[in-house]
């Protein structure tokens, strides 16, 4: 209770002072901006309070990273062509191990969301049940989905995320309806409950990485400073 009651302090003297400076300032984009940071910092808080920072490591590499998806291996050895798609060139392994039992990641924001990893994929066994229910959707050995316009779309191989909205396959994936999203899976990442010392893997894009931010199933959200490669 003690620890509860000194997190609801902390949101209460956040959001004051964010209201006070921002009702100071003459511009409503920078309030809003101010706000946005103040939230963001009460997350980062509530977050480290709720369980134990995981431990994390970035592996640079050339190649997707040992451990991931067997099928998303195949996609990148089997397409030279990955950009159609929206794909990232692999670079980084973000190796995460847990120091709590029952710990999910839910999203990664790599960069505050300027770099990309890939989320979700096309579930074969779907794709086929897919296809034989609407196989005036098959155009040239590729998919149409649907969106929630009712308007076709030609389907992804992998859905990229910034965790942000910044790419725009996130845009493509939220306006899909609901039977076509069921077609894509989440990369085992993204589904791999950990218990205390596991560890888990993900395929980064080709980028710098200086801040990662990590968020969890249970609401948690923890971040690292990564220092900057010379």
Excluded at 14 to 25: K, N, S
Aim: glycine content about 6%.
């Amino acid at each position: 209770m003690r620890v509860l009651s000194w997190i609801f302090e902390v949101v209460v003297f956040f959001l004051i002072g964010a209201i006070i400076i921002g009702y100071m300032q003459s511009d409503k984009k920078d309030f809003e901006s101010i706000l946005n940071q103040t939230i963001s910092n009460i997350s980062n808080i509530v977050g480290n309070v709720t369980g134990t920072m995981p431990d994390i490591e970035v592996i640079q590499t050339g190649e997707v990273c040992a451990g991931i998806d067997e099928e998303l291996v195949a996609q990148y050895a089997n397409n030279s062509a990955m950009a159609v798609f929206g794909i990232f060139a692999p670079k980084n392994c973000l190796k995460v191990t847990a120091k709590d039992d029952d710990l999910q990641i839910k999203n990664i924001i790599v960069n505050k969301g300027n770099c990309n990893y890939a989320k979700y994929m096309i579930d074969t066994d779907k794709k086929l049940l897919y296809q034989d229910k609407y196989p005036k959707r098959v155009k040239n050995k590729k998919i149409l989905l649907r969106t929630k316009n009712q308007e076709l779309v030609p389907a992804r191989a992998v859905i990229s995320w910034s965790g942000v909205g910044k790419h725009p396959d996130e845009k493509y994936y939220m306006e899909l309806d609901d039977e076509s999203k069921a077609i894509y899976k989440p990369m085992k990442f993204f589904t791999k409950q950990m218990s205390f010392g596991q560890t888990n893997v993900a395929t980064l894009g080709n980028c710098n990485i200086l801040e990662i931010k990590l968020e969890t199933e249970a609401g948690a959200v923890y971040r690292y400073d990564i220092k900057e490669e010379k």
